[in-house]
């Protein structure tokens, strides 16, 4: 067993700016061994999510940084290899916050089992996974969009954004996408369903968005930030509500973005306009993970919303691919196949 | 009667940054006498406040703007001094939105009776009228402290913000404000009763305002925006909650202030704090008026709160008073008084 070796991906050094291939590292050592009461995991599929770039910044977030040298944290698909663990057997398919490797031991805190017949295991990761709770708790709790008013999704085709727009039209509403690529907003409605979707890199972003939004916005969720928010601040309804879920534009940003300042007409807005801005943070709503995975999974086996994974091969792949998701260049939930799924 | 003269003062030009005094028209015309249906009212205190900076814009806002050579908009206190309107007689005092004039003619719209057995009558424009009403709303209903918790609020010994900390305390809260003078800040503390008052001329105002605020900051009531917003904000505390009631620190603004861009960082804060960030206008919130009106009168006839009033006689005065105000020279609820008050 220790002849086989963990490889895993560190953080080498803190970025300024957009990060780059140097600021990871790469190291090998053996597997290790479980101790009584642990596990040894072998990753199958690790998850890539814009958060980890705040991870990667010395900055207080809502929890310490990526120390310098430390493996990249992340959520993971695994199976269990060997078990001195009492509630795990081997050969078990777990979800655990594991980072970017190919091995990880365990003692089970944070470990949860991962249920093969609800969809494909991959999913915990995405649209049954933290993903998916996000954009269902931001959507449904902090949005509450109501029949009949218009949502505005940003990062559509992500993996938070896609189940956003998703649930919004179940639930009865207009909804217009944001998406980058012609091929996103095609996809977000053909197969999304959605309205409509707009291309950020449109010149006319607000006039576009306000011809598609023609009784103006109710609900904007926020993943963006940036052109894309000026855009749709100026055409909220009164009474609307912004959660905010995230700000990938401005997640390379190594200082306050030049002038003029944004912030005095934002809030002017929210003010005569009476809206709610929200953040929210997935870790507070664990409870609503039942309601979530009842809900989730019964509109997937109906065939009444869809997912999309854009899969990349191999661990020595992670980095490439996460500087291209910083991009906007993935295309669905991105995740590493680490190792082969034994489920499929 | 109709020899008698209406004073009135009326919108001469729409401002560019500050107004000027030239931004106003006097404006003498025959007392009107009512028809039937109608009242004449006798202006006996006429409110100031800084939403009516506001209303001088050609702007869509959340009412329309004051037209060019219209009356000033304004809430009274009035003394019905000719009635032919069924439910109003003459003696009767009452509040309405009758603008800066010396009379005015209504047909009862809008106009609801004033107990002077409560507190004096001008207490209507202030503590017992629209702007304690939003301090009531806006800090119970939208910043929902805690006991235990940090209240923050600024523009702390103005007609809101006053009653804003003096309930924060009643709360048991532990209450710091933000005013200018150092007179303010003192009656603040002394008067009021908060546990500190900060001026926002403090060359050091984050630094000192944290340490005012050991705990951090749970509940931001924002009147000012500007530097104290930059000041606070970077205080708040995980699920902290800023009703935002006004930004006067922003009223005169002819566009965007220069950079740098404040908005992302706001933005971050409030996604990894987890913030609510909300506005209102209190005639959203006019279901509270029987609470409020009970609870406020109630805890002012038990001396538990006191309230401040800033007089200035004559409506030739208006127009100077209103522009001291957008610069903070008010100290308490400002009012004119118009004529004399048969009540006292």
């Not at 009584?36 to 207080?60: F, Q």
């Not at 931001?138 to 949005?143: C, R, T, V």
Request: hydrophobic share 40%.
């Amino acid at each position: 067993m220790s002849t086989r070796i963990n490889r895993r991906i560190t953080l080498a050094a803190r970025p300024t700016g957009a990060p780059k291939v140097s600021d990871f590292a790469t190291v090998d050592e053996p597997v290790p061994a479980p101790d009584d009461g642990e596990m040894l995991l072998r990753t199958l599929y690790l998850s890539l999510d814009p958060y980890m770039r705040g991870r990667m910044n010395d900055v207080k977030s809502y929890v310490p940084p990526v120390r310098i040298g430390q493996t990249m944290e992340g959520g993971a698909v695994s199976v269990v290899e060997e078990s001195r663990h009492p509630e795990f057997s081997a050969g078990a398919v777990v979800f655990g916050r594991t980072g970017w490797q190919q091995f990880a031991i365990s003692n089970g805190k944070g470990i949860r089992p991962v249920d093969s017949s609800l969809a494909p295991i991959s999913t915990a990761l995405g649209i049954l996974g933290m993903p998916g709770l996000t954009g269902y708790v931001g959507l449904l709790d902090l949005g509450q969009p109501k029949e009949g008013e218009t949502v505005v999704v940003s990062a559509a085709t992500g993996a938070v954004g896609s189940l956003v727009g998703q649930i919004a039209k179940l639930k009865g509403c207009r909804v217009v996408g944001v998406a980058g690529a012609e091929e996103k907003c095609r996809y977000a409605v053909d197969a999304l369903g959605l309205d409509a979707c707009v291309s950020h890199r449109d010149a006319d972003l607000a006039g576009t968005l306000k011809d598609q939004c023609p009784d103006g916005v109710d609900v904007y969720f926020e993943n963006v930030g940036g052109k894309v928010f000026d855009a749709v601040i100026g055409l909220m309804n009164v009474h609307g509500r912004i959660p905010v879920c995230g700000g990938i534009a401005h997640y390379n940003d190594t200082g306050p973005p030049p002038g003029p300042d944004r912030l005095a007409g934002a809030m002017r807005i929210i003010l005569t306009r009476r809206l709610t801005v929200r953040g929210f943070i997935i870790f507070d709503h664990h409870h609503r993970i039942p309601d979530f995975t009842r809900d989730v999974s019964g509109w997937l086996r109906e065939g009444r919303i869809v997912y999309r994974e854009d899969v990349v091969e191999g661990i020595d792949n992670a980095v490439g691919a996460f500087l291209g998701l910083l991009r906007g260049e993935n295309f669905g939930k991105l995740i590493v196949k680490v190792s082969d799924d034994p489920t499929i």
